[in-house]
T-cell receptor, first 112, second 116 residues
C-alpha cells in the first residue's frame, strides 16, 4: 500500500521561478515529514523537515507547507536556481519508530 | 570516516549468483536502514536495525534477501540466487536514536547492482 503519494513526477521551471512539489499521506499516525534532495550518483540528503504542530517552516528559499486536516504537505522552492536541479523525495514516519516511508520522487529541472 | 560508507560501489553479477553488500554507518549512530532504488523510482524500504532490538524486516521482498548487523555497527545485505529484477541501487542510511536525535537519515552513495 502506497502510504505517501508525491506529485508531479517531473517538473521543469525557469530560473527565478517557484517550484512546487506536493505530497499526500494516509496514515494519521505519521508525525514527522522531511524532504530529501538527491543529486545524480549521490545518496539523498535531508533538505528540510516539519512536524505537525506547525503549518509552515521556512529555511532560506525552501518552505514546507503542512495541512494536517487534508493530510497533505508541500515543498516550495522560491527563486529556483539551476543548482536546485535534482530529485526531491517527501517522506513520513510514525511517532513510535523512525522508519521513513518515501514518496516516489520528483525530478526537478531548472533551466537557466 | 565522516559519512556512511558503502561497498562495493558497483557490482555486476550473473543471474543465480549470491552477492553481499556492505554498509559502514556513521560512528555512534544506533539506527541503520537499507533501501532499494530502482532506475527512476522511489526509495523502497528493505530493513531497519535499531540498537539491540529485533530488526524490522517487513520490507524484504523475498526470502532470498537477508541482512545482519554485527556489533551494532557494520551491516551486510545478502541477496541469494540473484535475479534480473534485483538490479537496482541499494542505499544504506544511519541515524541517531530518534528519541534523542533529529530523525535525520544520513545516506551513503549506494551500491549499484547489475544482474545479467
Amino acid at each position: 500500500q502506497q502510504q505517501v503519494k508525491q506529485s508531479p513526477q517531473s517538473l521543469i521551471v525557469q530560473k527565478g521561478g517557484i517550484s512546487i512539489i506536493n505530497c499526500a499521506y494516509e496514515n494519521t499516525a505519521f508525525d514527522y515529514f522531511p524532504w530529501y534532495q538527491q543529486f545524480p550518483g549521490k545518496g539523498p540528503a535531508l533538505l528540510i523537515a516539519i512536524r505537525p504542530d506547525v503549518s509552515e517552516k521556512k529555511e532560506g528559499r525552501f518552505t514546507i507547507s503542512f495541512n494536517k486536516s487534508a493530510k497533505q504537505f508541500s515543498l516550495h522552492i522560491m527563486d529556483s536556481q539551476p543548482g536546485d536541479s535534482a530529485t526531491y523525495f517527501c517522506a513520513a514516519s510514525k511517532a513510535s519508530g523512525s522508519r521513513l516511508t518515501f514518496g516516489e520522487g520528483t525530478q526537478l529541472t531548472v533551466n537557466p | 570516516g565522516a559519512g556512511v560508507s558503502q561497498s562495493p560501489s558497483n557490482k555486476v553479477t550473473e543471474k543465480g549468483k549470491d552477492v553481499e553488500l556492505r554498509c559502514d554507518p556513521i560512528s555512534g549512530h544506533t539506527a541503520l536502514y537499507w533501501y532499494r532504488q530502482s532506475l527512476g523510482q522511489g526509495l523502497e524500504f528493505l530493513i531497519y536495525f535499531q540498537g539491540n532490538s529485533a530488526p524490522d524486516k517487513s520490507g524484504l521482498p523475498s526470502d532470498r534477501f537477508s541482512a545482519e548487523r554485527t556489533g551494532g555497527s557494520v551491516s551486510t545485505l545478502t541477496i541469494q540466487r540473484t535475479q534480473q529484477e534485483d538490479s537496482a541501487v541499494y542505499l544504506c542510511a544511519s541515524s541517531l536514536n530518534r528519541d534523542r536525535g533529529t530523525g535525520e537519515l544520513f545516506f551513503g552513495e549506494g551500491s549499484r547492482l547489475t544482474v545479467l
